[in-house]
């Protein structure tokens, strides 16, 4: 291992440690309470984005692909807790259209169930970054939880490969999973399309496009998904500074990812610009209170419900976009978690009635 990396890990240490302090002191140190929008920032939240600003990290946006890639990938590392015991994690390489995909199968432990029902899993990082190993935690806590097996995506990522290259490997996934799931122990009649924030843009965009095939998914779930590139709303403005991720974290993500403005309308782009969104399997939407993506998210949901979509939404008003990755260092991120967890399996007992 590198010196670097050493110290980026021992950094990390001393930030949960930071993190884990009495709550009465954090309340000392971290400032008077963060309002935004009638919302109050956790407070733990507030000292991790306070000691963030002091360690002097730069935006996303400002660090180049390469290095925003590993940075990603470390950070999700140290917050994203202990590892989550799950049966097996195998690899799977198969063909789709662009060549091969890899995708990553996290099967829970002592399932006796013949046919798992599968979270088909897409990671977030705005199209351009994201990966299987970042992403690892979190897939083993989904299966852990859920008692699902999780199939993981190791879709092509911009600027290599821009739109709808991301769109074409998640439609390749669910079509083979759809096809040959039972040769691995999954049930095509239960896949969950999932996303975390670019990833649920994927999975939604995966659920409108498959929907009438023969075999639908069961459910989609959504975590603050990136829902609309084209209409500014209040989140994006109120929330678009020091809640981590950024307006111009945003803009950057977008332009690496499409070849022009031209492209932001089309719902493979927007899926809120769809213009029907009847016969969509039944979602699960969850936003975050201090996200710039939370309002199109709500939109989203508004308008699967008014298209008669059976649709919970959930807003944790009091968290950051990304909470998904931090179970290990913030408890109001974890307790997400669980509730998360706690509604997909609610939702699944409920479709096998």
């Known amino acids: 291992?590198?010196?670097?990396?050493?110290?980026?890990?021992?950094?990390?240490?001393?930030?949960n440690i930071a993190l884990r302090m009495p709550i009465s002191w954090v309340h000392l140190v971290a400032g008077p309470p963060v309002v935004v929008d009638g919302r109050t920032l956790d407070s733990r939240t507030q000292w991790f984005l306070k000691l963030l600003a002091l360690s002097g990290q730069r935006p996303l946006s400002m660090l180049g692909v390469a290095k925003a890639r590993a940075e990603v990938d470390t950070f999700m590392a140290v917050m994203g807790g202990r590892a989550a015991p799950v049966g097996e994690i195998v690899d799977r390489i198969i063909p789709a259209a662009a060549g091969p995909l890899r995708l990553r199968l996290y099967r829970p432990a002592g399932s006796v169930a013949r046919l798992l029902p599968t979270i088909l899993f897409f990671h977030g990082g705005g199209f351009v970054i994201g990966s299987l190993e970042g992403y690892d935690l979190a897939c083993r806590y989904f299966c852990a939880r859920s008692g699902c097996a999780v199939l993981a995506v190791d879709y092509r990522l911009a600027p290599e490969h821009k739109f709808p290259a991301g769109i074409e490997d998640g439609l390749a996934a669910f079509r083979w999973l759809a096809a040959e799931g039972p040769t691995c122990g999954l049930d095509p009649a239960r896949i969950i399309l999932a996303g975390e924030s670019a990833g649920g843009?994927?999975?939604?965009?995966?659920?409108?496009?498959?929907?009438?095939?023969?075999?639908?998914?069961?459910?989609q779930w959504l975590i603050y998904p990136a829902m609309d590139f084209e209409e500014e709303r209040t989140?994006?403005?109120?929330?678009?500074?020091?809640?981590?991720?950024?307006?111009?974290?945003?803009?950057?993500?977008?332009?690496?990812?499409?070849d022009g403005l031209g492209q932001v309308s089309d719902p493979r782009v927007s899926p809120l610009r769809a213009g029907d969104l009847s016969g969509l399997p039944p979602a699960l939407v969850f936003t975050a209170g201090f996200d710039p993506l939370r309002d199109e998210g709500q939109a989203y949901a508004d308008r699967l419900t008014a298209a008669g979509v059976r649709t919970i939404h959930r807003e944790f008003?009091?968290?950051?976009?990304?909470?998904?990755?931090?179970?290990?260092?913030?408890?109001?991120?974890?307790?997400?978690?669980?509730?998360?967890?706690?509604?997909?399996?609610?939702?699944?007992?409920?479709?096998?009635?």
């Open 317 to 353: 008003d009091s968290l950051i976009h990304g909470f998904v990755c931090m179970r290990g260092a913030l408890p109001a991120a974890a307790r997400a978690m669980d509730d998360m967890v706690a509604g997909l399996r609610h939702e699944l007992a409920r479709l096998g009635r």
């Open 201 to 219: 843009t994927i999975a939604a965009v995966v659920a409108q496009e498959v929907r009438g095939a023969p075999q639908m998914p069961c459910l």
């Open 1 to 15: 291992m590198q010196w670097k990396e050493i110290a980026r890990r021992l950094q990390g240490r001393f930030a």
């Open 235 to 258: 989140s994006h403005v109120s929330c678009g500074s020091g809640f981590l991720l950024t307006r111009p974290d945003l803009e950057w993500f977008r332009d690496l990812y499409l």
